[in-house]
């Protein structure tokens, strides 16, 4: 999803310089862009917030750009990117001025830029805490790629960092401001079919059968942060938490390794059980090698289920007394909810739908999930 053509100048620039369904709301409508022609947008108002996207790889350009598109409380208004061959064409596709390009190297120097209030950091998982640390210190807004960051200390830092600076943090969980997602959290509330025994949650994909392993993407790198925990289990873990309504309180996970040439240090798939205090158990797993994409939860009185739960578009439920319902929405419109949702919480003064503490929620079962893997599968009370 994001920038993978980062140079080792970039990534420690960065590392330095820190210091360290439903269809779109009404006000959603798609922005008059001419193909191929630019939108100067940089700046539109005070009722708008200017959204500088920081890693300009796929999730930025086919996802997040055209999001920004459909808003009407937010808009693109500049790029902060470490290959600055990709500067000319989003210029010209987006009508960006020069005085709102950034490279990673010089990135605060946005504290002195108005038409910027927010950055969206879509960057490998390492350069999450440097650059919420660095963005906050300039006194902007920051919007973080799930997962947060590599551990439960860095997410931790950005949280207080964010705090002391007086500015926002939320985490991209798209699926949260997604009306099918939200009605299964508001089950998690009202228990339409009694209490919830037994949950499932699985996400993942077959991939990278092609990757050279003398030239591996960042996502099969462990200091990028890669491995299907980190990216596809992150969706798991947190559809178990906002399925059941609750945090777990003991872990027990076991990786599988597969293809033994490409994923070395990371995981290829993850398989993890989180306990909860009222008794359910929850079985989750996370694969780069096979395809998985269900939510299910076995309940008293009946069950019901998303499969898929964790695409861009088409999310599909059903209930075991005839139920369905779906998303209608089409790609990018989960990006373009999030990001309206989180705009508005600027403008208004509120609290943000998925602030940067439910992503440390998620961090800190992350680690154990690790923890417990590398210790053979032991239980591991959080």
């Avoid at 240090?265 to 994409?293: K, W």
């Amino acid at each position: 999803m994001h920038d993978t053509a980062l140079t080792r100048r970039h990534l420690l620039a960065a590392m330095a310089g820190a210091g360290i369904g439903a269809a779109l709301p009404s006000g959603i409508a798609r922005a008059a862009n001419p193909a191929g022609a630019a939108t100067p947008t940089a700046t539109r108002g005070k009722d708008s917030i200017g959204v500088a996207l920081v890693g300009l790889g796929y999730y930025a350009t086919h996802l997040l750009a055209p999001g920004l598109q459909l808003t009407r409380h937010c808009h693109l208004a500049g790029i902060v990117t470490g290959s600055p061959e990709k500067i000319p064409e989003w210029q010209r596709k987006h009508g960006i001025p020069d005085r709102n390009v950034y490279g990673y190297d010089d990135l605060d120097r946005i504290a002195d830029n108005p038409d910027i209030q927010a950055v969206y950091i879509a960057t490998p998982n390492d350069l999450h805490k440097p650059l919420t640390l660095r963005a906050a210190n300039a006194g902007k807004h920051v919007w973080c790629e799930k997962p947060m960051a590599m551990d439960a200390a860095e997410g931790q830092a950005m949280i207080e960092a964010c705090h002391a600076n007086k500015v926002q943090l939320t985490i991209g969980y798209r699926l949260q401001h997604d009306p099918v997602t939200r009605r299964l959290m508001a089950m998690a509330r009202e228990k339409p079919y009694g209490r919830i025994l037994k949950l499932r949650a699985e996400a993942g994909f077959h991939a990278y059968d092609d990757v050279d392993p003398a030239n591996k993407p960042w996502r099969l790198l462990p200091q990028h942060g890669g491995g299907a925990m980190y990216d596809m289990g992150v969706y798991a873990l947190n559809a178990a938490r906002y399925t059941s309504g609750q945090e777990p309180v003991a872990v027990t996970a076991r990786q599988e390794v597969v293809r033994e040439h490409l994923f070395q240090g990371v995981d290829e798939t993850m398989h993890f059980t989180l306990e909860f205090a009222d008794g359910l158990v929850a079985e989750c797993a996370t694969s780069f090698g096979r395809e998985m994409n269900t939510l299910r939860a076995d309940c008293e009185r009946g069950w019901y289920e998303l499969s898929p739960f964790q695409t861009y578009d088409g999310l599909k439920g059903r209930t075991s007394d005839g139920q369905t319902f779906a998303s209608t929405g089409t790609s990018p419109y989960q990006q373009a909810r999030q990001m309206d949702d989180d705009a508005l919480a600027i403008l208004q003064g509120t609290a943000p739908l998925v602030p940067g503490e439910e992503g440390l929620r998620d961090m800190r079962v992350v680690d154990v999930v690790y923890a417990s893997a590398r210790a053979g599968g032991k239980r591991i009370v959080l």
